[in-house]
């Protein structure tokens, strides 16, 4: 597959295309595209969850007053599912959730490794590793933060007899150049933004011969509130993407459970009938974000919510307040919100592939040969991009 062309287009439409997804959806009071407001105010709540619950639908139903979608998909969709299946004795898997199982197994099966020895990289426990080495892998080298998963992961290595051994690091301060070695095959599942960049440049320059990792949030960087491309293309393009715009790229998420559902339901509409508030009782028209609070306080009032709220922005409230209006107006607002979000959500996709081929790039750049397929279903996670490289 040609990445770089794919790159390129990719690049060009969303550049094309900032308007409908680089803004911050809570900023806005009213639907900010004119050439939207029929499709968008035509949306019955339950129309609107089920496009949001099916992007392809949505794909669809805005394809005609935004002329490039049916390109941005295609460009989307260009990634193939890796159809493997892997199976483990039970006492392997003892100890690891339904869904986090499930993702193990179908990455270690496509990534099967029985020859070079093993990095594996901010390896928890190492499950990874372990299901690696019942696969054939016959060295694996496990590296992890915390040193209590250290002993854990060591004490189940030894008690099923497999060659693993740790070391406790931070990757991201601490010099691992005897860890990353040429003659080695560096894997990662789900290592955080930083995380698995420092992977990729550490193996770049010992020259490790094989890299397998799955990317995961993209917007856990160091000290930089916009993203650094790494790739030579990508940082010849006028893409500007801040932290908020990388989140976006995350937010296609397994169905959660109904109580977390209506517990962040409840969140947003306070969260903005305060910032509704606070805009009259200052005067500016701007949104000013709230500092994050435990989820038990969305078991209180909103009244109370916006008292806390208060304190944390140094803001003295006027008497007589009707919190039930700003309560009605959040709940306006809410709606508001999720339309806006619904156009917004036609691009997180897109995006991450910009993000996965930056990647894809970068690696090709530095003399790699470089395969990207999807290891699972999205229904596992959505975050099912492998990325595998092979040093020329």
């Not at 890796?82 to 004795?89: D, N, R, W």
């Not at 709940?331 to 806006?340: D, Q, V, W």
């Not at 999807?374 to 020329?392: E, G, H, M, S, W």
Request: proline share 3%; with cysteine; hydrophobic share 40%.
């Amino acid at each position: 597959m040609n990445y770089l062309a794919h790159f390129q287009q990719l690049d060009q439409i969303l550049i094309a295309t900032r308007q409908y997804w680089q803004l911050l959806a809570f900023s806005q009071n009213t639907l900010p595209w004119p050439q939207l407001f029929d499709k968008l105010n035509d949306l019955s709540s339950e129309k609107l969850l089920e496009l949001e619950k099916n992007p392809d639908l949505s794909y669809v139903y805005f394809s005609d007053v935004i002329p490039l979608l049916p390109e941005l998909k295609k460009l989307t969709d260009i990634f193939s599912m890796v159809k493997k299946e892997v199976e483990f004795p039970f006492w392997l898997e003892a100890g690891i959730k339904g869904r986090k199982l499930a993702q193990l197994k179908s990455f270690v099966a496509a990534v099967d490794e029985t020859e070079l020895p093993v990095l594996e990289w901010c390896a928890g426990k190492g499950h990874l590793g372990r299901m690696l080495a019942f696969k054939g892998t016959k060295k694996v080298h496990s590296v992890e933060i915390q040193p209590h998963l250290c002993d854990q992961g060591t004490a189940l290595a030894k008690n099923f007899h497999m060659n693993i051994d740790y070391t406790q690091a931070d990757v991201l301060q601490d010099d691992l150049s005897q860890q990353i070695k040429q003659n080695q095959h560096a894997v990662a599942l789900h290592a955080c933004g930083q995380l698995h960049q420092t992977l990729m440049r550490q193996a770049v320059l010992s020259k490790t011969k094989k890299l397998s990792f799955s990317p995961c949030c993209y917007h856990l960087m160091q000290d930089s509130e916009h993203y650094q491309a790494m790739s030579y293309e990508g940082l010849q393009s006028e893409l500007n993407l801040s932290n908020y715009d990388l989140k976006l790229a995350l937010q296609e998420t397994v169905t959660a459970a109904d109580r977390i559902t209506q517990k962040r339901t409840i969140e947003v509409e306070w969260r903005l009938g305060f910032d509704q508030l606070m805009r009259d009782v200052t005067g500016t028209d701007t949104y000013i974000s709230v500092p994050s609070v435990s989820k038990s306080m969305f078991s209180t009032n909103f009244e109370a919510f916006c008292m806390w709220a208060a304190d944390k922005k140094s803001l003295d409230l006027p008497n007589n307040i009707d919190f039930e209006s700003y309560y009605q107006k959040g709940k306006a607002r809410k709606k508001i919100t999720e339309k806006i979000e619904l156009v917004r959500h036609l691009f997180r996709r897109p995006i991450e592939i910009w993000l996965i081929l930056d990647r894809a790039l970068y690696l090709q750049n530095h003399g790699y040969h470089v395969y990207v397929n999807q290891f699972c279903d999205k229904q596992v996670t959505p975050r099912n991009i492998l990325i595998q490289a092979y040093k020329i």
